[in-house]
C-alpha cells in the first residue's frame, strides 16, 4: 500500500500499521518532517530549521513493513491503482491508498499576489520570510530616501487565524531583539499591521479570547485592523480597501488550498480543492482510497465539520489505518467512522502570552503561554529536537539574542559581482 | 575608511581598530560571519549552518566606530578612493581601505567541472554538497539500475588538503549513520575515493603524519590515490589519467582563486590571483590598500610565505589595523612588518583520529583529535555557538544520529507537480 505525505497525517498513519500484514510505501517531496505548529518560529528567526524538523526515515527507522521514497507525486490512478512520480520508480502500484499532502497557502484567485506575499506551509517558505524579515532591516540601514525607509520598516500580515496572529506577535519582539545592531533605523517607524477579513481576530477561539488576543497584540506595537480587505498587493505595498499601505514585507496568512493531487481522486471537491470523505475517511466510489489531514473535507461522526489542525490529521491518520486494517482481514467489521477529539486549542502571541481554549475552560496571558510551551514540546517529534528546542528556548529568553539569523540563498547577496568570483551555479 | 569582507581578516581589523579614530564601514556580501574551518561538517551533516555561523552585526554590536553593510562590492578605485556596491548607499569613498574579500575555489581553467564538482568556501556550498551527499543515498535506495546505484554510491574527494581530508574522512563516518534509514542500499558498495595530484595527502605536514592520515584514512575506508591527476570532470563521473570512475557526487577540495576584487588593485597578481603585498600588508603603489588574508599573496618579514589559514589572517587584519593607526597618527613611526606566527597544523581524519603539527612537536590519533575539539571550540565566534556546537557533537558522538540531514531548496524536490499546487517561486 502506499502513503503520500510524510506530515502529521501521513506519519500517524504510517505508525497506525506498525504491526499490520502489510507493505508501505511512504512517498515525500522532502526527506524531512516539519513541525508546522512552530513554523513561524523559523520564520521570524527564533528557531534553527533544524529544530523543528526530523529526517522522515528517521522516524520510521525502526518500522520494518514501511520503505520511504523521496519525490513529488504528479498523478494518482484510482482505476488503474498506481501512484505516478518524478523519481524512480516513477510508477508505484496500490492496493490500499492514503493521500495526506496537506494544503498550501491560496490567494483567492489572485495568484499574481505570490511573489509579494509569500505564506508559510513548507521549510522553504520559512526560509523565505525569514530572508526577507532580515533584509527589510538591512536595506532599512542603508536607505537613504526617508519614504523607501518607512516603507521597509512597514510589515504587513494578511490574516488574522492562528498563524497570521502568532507571526505578527514575533514581529515586534524579534525587532527589538535587533536593535542594538542596526545603527541607522529609527525604530519608533516600526509599524507591523495584522489584517483580518472578519470581526476577529483567531475567529475559532471564544470572543473574550479573541478580544484578548486583540488587546495583548496592541500592546506589543501591532496594529490590528479587522472587517479589512485586501484588494491588491504589488511591490510597493497592500491595498486594503481604499487605503494603500506603502510595505516592502507582506506575509499571507488567509488561504489555503488543497494539494491538487485530489483532481485525481473526486470531481466532487469543495472551494478550497479538498476532497470530500465519508465518515469513515474512503473516498466514496473507492473504498481501498482514504483521503486525510488538511486535504480532506471531513464531517465527523457526530457532524463537526474538522478543522485542518495538527491534532485532527494525527487522529484522522490513525482512524485510516484501523479501516486498513479492518479492510484486510476481511472479517466484516464494520469500519470505524472519524470522531474527531478536540484537545484545545491555543495561540500565542509575542514573548510570553497566549490564548488557550479547552473544550471551554479558557487561559490568557502567562499561563496560557506557559501551557502553550509545554505542549508543544511534549509533540515534537524526536528527542533531539525537543531538548534542542528547549535549550534555543531557554537561551534566547535569556539573552534576547537570535543565533540563528541567517539569510540564505543566492537572493541574500545580490546579483554576484563579475569575473571568476561568480561561478555558475550548479544545476541539480 | 573601508574593510570589504566580514570573514576572519576583515573581523580582525575592525576589531583591531577598536580604539582608533575613525570610521570603519565593513561591508560582506552575506549577513554572517562563518567559521570557515568547520564548513565540512556542514557539508557532511554533522552540524547545523547556524552552529557555525554568527551575524557580522552581532559580533560587531559593542564597537561604536564600525557601521555594517550587506551588499557585495563589484569594483573598487584606488585613483577615485570610492568603493562600489550593488546595494545602497552604492558608493563608498574611502581614505583607508582593507581588502579581505577571500578566495572562492577554482578549477584550474576547467570551469566546465564547477556544475559537477562543487567546492566548499561558502554556507551555501555547503547547503549545496549536503543535499548533493544526502541526495545520493535518497536516489540509490531507489535506483533499479546497478550500475547507476554503484556510482551514485561513489563519492570522489578532489585535492589532499586539509579540506579533502577531512571531507573524505567524514563521509564514510556519516554514511554508517545512516545504514538503518536506507533498507535497499547495498552499504559494501560503498566507495570513497580521495585524489591528489601530488605524493601525500596533507602536504604542508611532516612526512610521518601524511603517511599516518592516509593510513587512518584508509582505515576508515577510504580509497587514497596519490600522483593521480583529473584529467575531466561530467556529470557520469570522474577521469584520473586514463581510468573512469562512474560516480554522481564529486566535491572539489584543490584549487583556489583569490577574489576578483584583485584585478582593480594591481596589475601584478600571482596565478590564483592574488595580490602581492609588502611586508607592512600595503599593495605597492598605494600605501592606504591593504590586502589581508586569502586574497593577499604575501611574504612575512622572515620571507616566509603566509599560507591560507583562518589565523594567518587573523594575524593579518591585526598588523594592517594597527599600520593604519601608525598612519592616521601620523607621527613618523614606522609600519609594523608582518610576522607569521605558526600555531601549527591540525586536521581530522573521521569520528575521532586527526594529525597535529606544532612548530616539531607532532600528535596523532586520537589525543590530537581532542586537542583539535579543544581548538576549534576556542575559536568559535560568540558564545552560543561554542556551547550549541558542544551539544551537538556531545549528542552526535553518543547516538550517532544526525539531527541535521536536510535536504533543503527547490532542487531537492524534483520539479514541481502541475497546478494550483506550485505557485510561482517569489522573485528577490
Given at each position: 500500500m502506499?502513503i503520500i505525505g510524510g ?8 505508525r497506525?500499521?506498525r ?8 512517498i ?18 527564533s528557531l534553527a530549521?533544524?529544530?523543528?524538523t526530523v ?8 518500522q520494518?513493513n ?6 513529488t ?19 508505484v502500484p496500490?492496493?490500499?491508498l492514503?493521500?495526506?499532502t496537506?494544503a498550501?497557502?491560496a490567494y ?6 505570490a ?17 526577507r ?5 538591512e ?5 537613504v ?9 512597514t ?11 502568532e ?13 542594538r545592531d542596526?545603527?541607522n ?17 483567531l475567529p475559532s477561539?471564544?470572543?473574550h479570547?479573541s478580544?484578548?488576543?486583540k488587546?495583548?497584540l ?6 490590528v ?23 516592502r514585507t507582506?506575509f499571507?496568512a488567509a ?8 483532481a485525481g481522486?473526486s ?6 480543492g479538498?476532497?470530500?470523505v465519508l ?11 482514504f ?5 480532506a473535507a ?6 463537526v ?6 491534532p485532527a490529521a ?10 486498513i ?14 470522531q ?5 486549542e ?8 497566549a ?6 475552560i479558557?487561559m ?7 501551557l ?12 533531539r ?7 534555543q528556548?531557554?537561551y534566547?529568553y535569556l ?5 540563528v539569523r541567517?539569510?540564505t540563498?543566492?537572493e ?7 569575473g ?9
Amino acid at each position: 500500500m502506499v502513503i503520500i505525505g510524510g506530515g502529521f497525517g501521513g506519519l500517524s498513519a504510517a505508525r497506525g500499521l506498525r504491526d499490520a500484514p502489510v507493505d508501505i510505501t511512504l512517498i515525500d517531496r522532502t526527506n524531512h518532517h516539519v513541525f508546522q505548529p512552530l513554523l513561524y518560529q523559523v520564520a521570524t528567526a527564533s528557531l534553527a530549521p533544524s529544530d523543528i524538523t526530523v529526517p522522515i526515515r528517521w522516524v520510521l527507522r525502526a518500522q520494518e513493513n514501511v520503505r520511504v521514497l523521496l519525490g513529488t507525486v504528479t498523478h494518482v490512478d484510482v482505476a488503474e491503482r498506481t501512484v505516478r512520480m518524478d523519481a524512480e520508480p516513477h510508477v508505484v502500484p496500490y492496493d490500499y491508498l492514503v493521500v495526506a499532502t496537506g494544503a498550501r497557502h491560496a490567494y483567492f484567485g489572485n495568484d499574481r499576489w505570490a511573489p509579494h506575499a509569500p505564506g508559510l506551509k513548507t521549510l522553504d517558505d520559512a526560509y523565505e520570510m525569514r530572508r526577507r524579515f532580515l533584509m527589510a532591516f538591512e536595506q532599512a540601514e542603508a536607505a537613504v530616501d526617508e519614504a523607501e525607509r518607512r516603507a521597509l520598516m512597514t510589515f504587513v500580515v494578511v490574516g488574522g487565524g492562528p498563524t497570521g496572529v502568532e507571526l505578527a506577535g514575533m514581529l515586534p519582539d524579534v525587532s527589538r531583539a535587533l536593535r542594538r545592531d542596526f545603527r541607522n533605523i529609527d525604530w519608533t517607524s516600526l509599524h507591523v499591521i495584522l489584517i483580518e477579513g472578519g470581526d476577529h481576530v483567531l475567529p475559532s477561539f471564544p470572543a473574550h479570547l479573541s478580544a484578548r488576543a486583540k488587546r495583548d497584540l496592541e500592546e506589543l506595537g501591532v496594529e490590528v485592523r479587522t472587517n479589512a480587505f485586501v484588494t491588491n498587493i504589488d511591490a510597493r505595498g497592500v491595498m486594503v480597501g481604499d487605503g494603500f499601505i506603502p510595505a516592502r514585507t507582506v506575509f499571507w496568512a488567509a488561504g489555503n488550498r488543497a494539494s491538487p493531487l485530489g483532481a485525481g481522486l473526486s470531481t466532487d471537491r469543495d472551494q478550497a480543492g479538498r476532497v470530500p470523505v465519508l465518515p469513515t475517511l474512503q473516498v466514496a466510489g473507492h473504498e481501498n482510497v482514504f483521503v486525510i489531514g488538511d486535504m480532506a473535507a471531513a464531517v465527523d461522526v457526530r457532524g463537526v465539520t474538522v478543522p485542518s489542525v495538527a491534532p485532527a490529521a494525527t487522529q484522522m491518520g490513525n482512524v485510516a489505518a484501523q479501516n486498513i486494517v479492518r479492510l484486510i482481514d476481511r472479517a466484516g467489521q464494520p469500519l470505524e467512522r472519524f470522531q474527531y477529539v478536540n484537545k484545545g486549542e491555543l495561540a500565542t502571541i509575542g514573548r510570553h502570552r497566549a490564548v488557550a481554549n479547552f473544550g471551554g475552560i479558557t487561559m490568557q496571558g502567562y499561563l496560557a503561554w506557559f501551557l502553550w510551551l509545554l505542549v508543544h514540546i511534549m509533540y515534537l517529534v524526536g528527542f533531539r529536537n525537543r531538548a534542542a528546542v528547549l535549550l534555543q528556548w531557554a537561551y534566547m529568553y535569556l539573552t534576547y539574542q537570535r543565533g540563528v539569523r541567517l539569510i540564505t540563498g543566492s537572493e541574500a547577496h545580490g546579483p554576484p559581482a563579475s569575473g571568476e568570483w561568480s561561478l555558475p551555479e550548479p544545476p541539480p
